[in-house]
């Protein structure tokens, strides 16, 4: 109901930047430059967790971008799933670039917690996946997405952790639905997400699907990751 409400009220109240607030437009042109208009970079967070895939983000996590990923995820500006998809899209074509691999795009979004699903209304990691995935097929890139992935345990929340607890909040937490594993065969795997912070959600959704697919397993799969956003510090450690 909550979700089907929040898109209804989108339709009917005015529209303002969600980046800026700027009247009139769902997302200005600097905002959304700021969002998707440069090319997206390998990040790397500080420290690097060990098990960490390589990730690409589309922009820094700051000002504009900050404010649209909030109010898509926090305030259910569901509008904005479309430029976050396309930013994440553009993230996906660094972190697998077309002619490397076989078969199609399989996007697999990091699982949010039923708890924060709940409170939100929506599964905004999922539903910028989905996103995403259009855009790239109407680029002409063969693209799906499985959420094959899901909790097995509860978990702490995450904020005010350090890097390492969030590791350890996380450890073994998710694993890969019944028959999933098949599903992931016969294409080019990249996890997604909306943010990277410390990379411990990554490490996790990595571990999982490794653990369904590792090597000795029929259709053993490499796992990249890409993301909307990333603290801009993660930008600059990959440039030194």
Request: glycine letters at 12%.
């Amino acid at each position: 109901m909550r979700a089907w409400w929040r898109e209804i009220t989108g339709l009917v109240l005015p529209v303002a930047c969600g980046g800026c607030g700027s009247p009139r437009t769902p997302l200005c042109e600097d905002c959304g430059r700021a969002l998707y208009g440069t090319w997206p970079c390998r990040v790397r967070p500080a420290p690097e967790p060990p098990g960490l895939p390589a990730v690409h983000a589309a922009a820094p996590y700051e000002d504009a971008v900050r404010a649209v990923l909030l109010a898509h995820k926090e305030r259910g500006a569901l509008g904005m799933a479309a430029p976050l998809g396309r930013a994440l899209a553009g993230a996906v074509r660094a972190a697998a670039p077309s002619g490397t691999g076989v078969g199609p795009l399989l996007l697999v979004p990091v699982p949010s917690t039923r708890r924060a699903v709940g409170a939100r209304g929506h599964d905004a990691a999922r539903r910028i996946a989905l996103a995403a995935a259009g855009e790239l097929r109407r680029a002409d890139r063969p693209c799906r997405v499985l959420p094959v992935l899901r909790q097995r345990r509860a978990v702490a929340d995450q904020t005010g952790l350090g890097a390492r607890q969030r590791l350890a909040n996380l450890s073994g937490a998710l694993e890969v639905a019944v028959g999933g594993a098949r599903l992931l065969e016969g294409g080019r795997v990249v996890l997604v997400d909306d943010l990277m912070t410390t990379g411990a959600s990554l490490v996790e959704a990595a571990r999982a699907l490794r653990a369904a697919t590792g090597p000795g397993i029929p259709g053993f799969v490499q796992v990249s990751a890409a993301v909307v956003a990333a603290p801009p510090l993660s930008f600059e450690i990959n440039r030194n």
